[in-house]
């Protein structure tokens, strides 16, 4: 019953910047990994970005250096910082949070970005 709730999604024109926002409808007692994943119109949902419990950080190629992946366990929340955009970033992002007992997804923030 716990439900993902993203924010910060947008219009933004190429080298700006968004930041994103998950926030979970409760509490998740045992969080291990939370992450960022997108899709593009007729394209697949691909990874993005993911932090681990212990702080280690992963990135796809195609973002990496632009983007950062945070997270803050007292509020059960995942941020991704978007920096330096690019056309080809424009997608719906998705949060995904894995516990140690359940996966869970957000319902997705359209990211646009375009001049």
């Known amino acids: 019953q716990v439900q993902l709730l993203e924010f910060g999604g947008g219009l933004v024109q190429p080298g700006g910047s968004l930041r994103l926002a998950c926030s979970a409808s409760?509490?998740?007692?045992?969080?291990?990994?939370m992450g960022w994943y997108r899709q593009a119109p007729g394209k697949q949902r691909e990874f993005v970005a993911t932090?681990?419990?212990?702080?280690?950080?992963n990135y796809s190629d195609s973002v990496k250096g632009r983007f950062t992946i945070s997270r803050d366990n007292a509020l059960n929340a995942a941020y991704l910082e978007m920096n330096s955009l690019e056309p080809e970033d424009t997608a719906v992002y998705y949060c995904?949070?894995?516990?140690?007992?359940?996966?869970?997804w957000g319902q997705g923030t359209q990211v646009t970005v375009s001049s």
């Open positions: 932090v681990s419990r212990d702080g280690t950080k």
């Open positions: 995904k949070i894995l516990s140690t007992d359940d996966l869970y």
């Open positions: 409760s509490k998740i007692s045992s969080i291990n990994t």
